[in-house]
T-cell receptor
Framework: AQSVTQLDSHVSVSEGTPVLLRCNYS??????LFWYVQHPNKGLQLLLK??????LVKGINGFEAEFKKSETSFHLTKPSAHMSDAAEYFC?????????????FGTGTSLTVIP | DTGVSQDPRHKITKRGQNVTFRCDPI?????LYWYRQTLGQGPEFLTY????????KSRLLSDRFSAERPKGSFSTLEIQRTEQGDSAMYLC?????????????FGPGTRLTVL
């Protein structure tokens, strides 16, 4: 079975400091991993995805994530937080055995950016 | 804007009433998904279509729920005899069938409140 654990339900950082949002996954097969962001009253937006190519994935708005198979992790980072990064972030897993390709979401991490 | 639209954006209904939601996916996408998101949780898979065929349904989809995608384009999700526990955000997503898990593009959601 596939699942995702987001280790922090809330993260608070100061503007201009690094962001780290942690995600661990469980998948018996080669996973595809995604990070989505959800701003208030907006739809889910794809930040980045890993699909068995380079393990360091760069996304939009300066975010990146590194796939570490040995640690079953896919943590999201950004060198310098901006006020507009305040939102809910979801880590998502899917895999090739899953013919329906449905996504399994974590419970989300709420990011607060302090001015 | 991802190109996936949902209507209505908000729906308030009384317990026992029927409601229907509509999703218009990105036009060339042959897969369409429905998810449900409750407060403080990540979205949970309900069902998906490949073209007009409904290929999988989650156990979350009770017999009061029915979904259709009659011509392989837009989809509807109907909930009969609504209950207060049905209050949630209902999300639609679409993707292009590919060799593996593809990116899903999400609509803004329909927020259902059952009084």
């Amino acid at each position: 079975a596939q699942s995702v654990t987001q280790l922090d339900s809330h993260v608070s950082v100061s503007e201009g400091t690094p962001v780290l949002l942690r995600c661990n996954y469980s998948s018996s097969y080669s996973p595809s991993l995604f990070w989505y962001v959800q701003h208030p009253n907006k739809g889910l937006q794809l930040l980045l995805k890993y699909t068995s190519a380079a393990t360091l994935v760069k996304g939009i708005n300066g975010f990146e994530a590194e796939f570490k198979k040995s640690e079953t992790s896919f943590h999201l980072t950004k060198p310098s937080a901006h006020m507009s990064d305040a939102a809910e972030y979801f880590c998502v897993v899917s895999d090739l055995r899953n013919t329906g390709n449905q996504f399994y979401f974590g419970t989300g991490t709420s990011l607060t950016v302090i001015p | 804007d991802t190109g996936v639209s949902q209507d209505p954006r908000h729906k308030i209904t009384k317990r026992g009433q029927n409601v229907t939601f509509r999703c218009d996916p990105i036009s060339e996408h042959n897969r369409l998904y429905w998810y449900r998101q409750t407060l403080g949780q990540g979205p949970e898979f309900l069902t998906y279509f490949q073209n007009e065929a409904q290929l999988e349904k989650s156990r979350l989809l009770s017999d009061r729920f029915s979904a259709e995608r009659p011509k392989g384009s837009f989809s509807t999700l109907e909930i009969q005899r609504t209950e207060q526990g049905d209050s949630a955000m209902y999300l639609c997503a679409s993707s292009l069938l590919a060799g593996g898990p593809g990116t899903q593009y999400f609509g803004p959601g329909t927020r259902l409140t059952v009084l």
